[in-house]
């Protein structure tokens, strides 16, 4: 073989990989660990997006979602958290949610676009819903989630 077809090959071979790659990438993550939570009696099945990987991809290219399902992003530390909606051809509500459950405030978010949603005091979870999820249930600053993410660390 000779050097330059080598080269040539090897290059093929490390753009095909990429391309791969990088059409994962292109759907929607649907396999990630969920965790169940509450909003008093209503139940909500989270997928949760822990990874800096997870929180980047969110629920981008999602085109449906049922009613009783959402997203949970935890993050590290508590921060300001801004989201925004790129890829994404859902209309979601973003709840800002405190470490004790408590929504600190909530965002209706338009799909497909660039706009900063931030949380009104730093967080470490975010929870995504389907728009007018929260407010058809009564949900609002200052209501209470629960679940294992919200339970005190034992030590």
Known sequence: MKPNSF???TFLLAAITLSSAAGAQN????????VELAAGMHRIEAQLAASAQERQ???MFRREMPQHEGMLFVFEQPATQCFWMRNTPLALTAAFV?????????????????DSHCSAR???????MNQGWFSKKGLKAGSKLTGRPFQPARP
């Open 7 to 9: 080269l040539s090959r």
């Open 27 to 34: 759907g929607p993550q649907m396999n990630l660990q969920r």
């Open 57 to 59: 991809i969110g629920l």
């Open 98 to 114: 405190a470490d004790d459950g408590t929504i600190v405030n909530l965002a209706d978010m338009q799909p497909m676009t660039e």
């Open 122 to 128: 730093p967080v470490r979870y975010v929870l995504e």
